[in-house]
Each structure stands twice: as structure tokens, then as C-alpha cells.
């Protein structure tokens, strides 16, 4: 099970790990934990991840396939979309509404994020729903949680209960507790300080998808009224702009930073086929892909590999040359994720067996 080859490319190494008769779903990004030993994921059922309906959050041991039962959540609340930090073991992910009720069920702006540290977890950040407003809490829901570089900090994208016009925006966590008190029943304490970078309004009318740039900054995709969709950097100061005047394409995608600092997205090309650019700091784009077939997922960049998936294939570009090569065989591969190891030796991914979605690794 642990060891099997794809005949049309005997060079390449791809793995089942997971077995279990139940969804498994990656996140797009920090599924790998820092030692390269584990992968991390939950178990909504919808294979596209789309139902958030997963109860609880394991990860598998890539050599063996072992599976470890995390955390279980309780009281009718649901759990997924875990990431692990880069320079510890701790992991964050989303938590639903213990007891929901009809006028507060899961939903955006209804949902947390919470730590996980050594078989505890802790809620990350603070809610408080009545004025005054406690300072370093929010008032809605947090999602796609990704700890920075160094692992201080927490990025995450929001959705206001209050005023749902602020929909959605881009935020961050800092250690530092906050309490909140008890004067609304969704009120809670949390672990972290946080703060909101962008608003949206003129410029904007969502800010999400974001990624680290580096501990001081992120990139985020800035959706206009029109649809069009720009790639902005905000600092911590909540210092922003737009980098590149070319929109993004494709699938929903996540901007992902190289080693260089430059920053590969998804942009249509000439003849409309979407493909892997590079932005650097200041602005310039160089279409790094030049490939008859779309990219259909999120991509991951380590060192010189950019992973993605084209035509249900888990395939590399070279970082530097644009050169795309396939790892498995034509379709299969759920467009969803696809995400390096820290060393770049392996390339996680999902792909249905059975009618589940099962985890996968290849070599790269």
C-alpha cells in the first residue's frame, strides 16, 4: 500500500496514506508538519470541502500511514481547514459554534479559530458582541488561519457579525491574551490579540486569499466591485497597495512567496489558459508557465518547485524556467490542494478511492 509506482512514470514514487472509509480534505497551504513527519487534514465529507461538516482533525504519519485522532470537536460544532506551524508543533484551525441555534449556526462570521498545542486547544482569538467593545477582539468569524514565517504571528480572513458590509477582510493575530466578559452568549476570551489590516470599501470589496510575504507583510487578493480580481500587500502598520495592474485568474488560489521574495499567482495568458506568474516586489510580472492546459488548484512554493494541478495531474514548475513537468498519471488529483514538504521531496495531495477522498503523497 505504502510503495506503489505509477507504470508511466516509474521514476516517480506516489503513496496512498489514508484509508479510512470517510472525507479527508487538505488545506491549501501548512498541511505538513515542520519536521516533514506528518500531514495534518480534516474529514468533511464533500469532496470538494465545501460542506463543513467534519468533526474532527487527524494527520498520518507519511512513512508508516499511521493515523492520530487530534482533536474531536463537541456539541454539535463542526472543525476543519487545520495548518501547521512552521516552527513549532502547534496547529490552528477552524472551529464552528458549540450548541448552534437557528439565529447563530455555522457560518461565516459565526466560526473562531483555535490552537492546538501538545493535546489542548485554546481559543485564538477573542469575540465580544457588545459596546463597548473590548480592545484586541473581534466582532464576527475568522477563517484560513496560516502562522507567519517565524510562527508569532497568525494571519486570517474575517467576516463581521455586526456589520456585515465590512465583509471580508484580512487580519492577524499577536500573542498577548485578551478577556473578554460574559454579556453575550457568543462572547468568549481568547489567546491572542488581534487586528484587522485592510477595510474594505472604495478600493475594495473583499480582501482575502492571503499569504505571508515575510513577518511584516502579506499579499491578499483584492476583489473590485466588477469581479476583477488585483493582487494588494498590506504591512502590519496596515500600510497597502496594489503590486501588479494584471488581474487573477483561475481558481481560487492563494498567493505563495519563493525564496527571492517574488510572488507566484494565477494569471490568464494571451489565448485565456491560466497559468503561473511571477511578481516581484515592485511590481513586474513574468508569465513563468506557458502550458496548453489550466492550472485547476491552489499551488505550493518550495525552493525551485512550484506544485499545481493540470488535467487531475499533480504536476512541478520550475521556479526558474517555467518548465512544468507531470508526477502522476492524467486525472485523479482533486483540484483542490496540492502542497510541498518542507524539504521539497514530496508533493501532498487528494485523490477519491472508493467514493473518499484519500490522501496522497508523490516524490517530486
Same mark, same amino acid.
Not at 127 to 144: I, K, W, Y
Given at each position: 500500500? #505504502? ?51 467534519? &468533526? ?16 474531536? /470537536?463537541? =456539541? ?7 495548518? @501547521? ?15 448552534? &441555534? ?16 501538545? +493535546? ?26 496560516? #502562522? ?7 494571519? #486570517? ?32 476570551? +481568547? ?7 485592510? %477595510? ?18 502579506? @499579499? ?29 485568474? +483561475?481558481?481560487?488560489?492563494?498567493? %505563495? ?26 511590481? +513586474? ?21 512550484? @506544485? =499545481? ?15 512544468? %513537468? @507531470? ?13 510541498? /514538504? ?13 467514493? #473518499? ?8
Amino acid at each position: 500500500l #505504502f510503495s506503489s509506482c505509477l507504470p508511466c512514470y516509474p521514476d516517480r514514487m506516489e503513496r496512498q496514506l489514508t484509508t479510512a472509509a470517510h472525507g479527508h480534505i487538505l488545506t491549501n497551504t501548512g498541511v505538513w508538519t515542520r519536521d516533514g513527519r506528518w500531514i495534518v487534514y480534516d474529514v468533511r465529507s464533500d469532496p470538494a470541502g465545501s460542506v463543513f461538516d467534519g &468533526t474532527r482533525i487527524e494527520r498520518v504519519d507519511v512513512a508508516t500511514g499511521r493515523v492520530e485522532v487530534l482533536y474531536e /470537536s463537541r =456539541h454539535g460544532a463542526c472543525c476543519g481547514v487545520v495548518t @501547521a506551524s512552521p516552527a513549532d508543533d502547534r496547529l490552528v484551525f477552524i472551529l464552528g459554534p458549540e450548541h448552534p &441555534t437557528p439565529d447563530w449556526n455555522y457560518g461565516p462570521a459565526h466560526r473562531q479559530g483555535v490552537l492546538w498545542e501538545s +493535546g489542548r486547544v485554546y481559543p485564538l482569538e477573542a469575540r465580544d458582541l457588545v459596546p463597548p467593545f473590548t480592545p484586541g477582539s473581534l466582532q464576527g468569524g475568522t477563517h484560513l488561519h496560516t #502562522f507567519s514565517p517565524s510562527g508569532d504571528l497568525v494571519a #486570517f480572513t474575517y467576516d463581521d457579525h455586526l456589520r456585515p458590509e465590512w465583509n471580508r477582510n484580512v487580519g492577524i493575530c499577536e500573542p498577548g491574551p485578551v478577556m473578554v466578559p460574559a454579556t453575550h452568549p457568543r462572547n468568549h476570551s +481568547g489567546t491572542h490579540t488581534a487586528r484587522l489590516l485592510t %477595510r474594505t470599501g472604495t478600493d475594495y470589496v473583499r480582501a482575502s486569499e492571503e499569504g505571508w510575504i515575510d513577518d511584516s507583510s502579506l @499579499a491578499f487578493t483584492a476583489t473590485q466591485a466588477d469581479g476583477r480580481r488585483e493582487l494588494w500587500r498590506v504591512t502590519l502598520d496596515g500600510r497597502q497597495g496594489r503590486l501588479c495592474s494584471q488581474p487573477l485568474a +483561475g481558481p481560487r488560489h492563494w498567493p %505563495r512567496v519563493g525564496p527571492e521574495g517574488d510572488i507566484a499567482v494565477l494569471m490568464a495568458d494571451e489565448a485565456g489558459v491560466v497559468q503561473i506568474a511571477r511578481v516581484d516586489p515592485e511590481g +513586474g510580472v513574468r508569465m513563468l508557465t506557458r502550458e496548453p492546459e489550466p492550472v485547476e488548484s491552489a499551488i505550493s512554493w518550495v525552493g525551485d518547485r512550484i @506544485a =499545481h494541478v493540470r488535467a487531475g495531474q499533480v504536476c512541478l514548475a520550475d521556479a526558474r524556467t517555467g518548465h512544468v %513537468r @507531470a508526477l502522476t498519471a492524467a486525472g485523479g488529483a482533486r483540484p483542490e490542494a496540492c502542497v510541498l /514538504s518542507p524539504d521539497g521531496a514530496w508533493v501532498a495531495f487528494v485523490r477519491p478511492v472508493a467514493g #473518499f477522498n484519500q490522501v496522497f503523497v508523490v516524490s517530486s
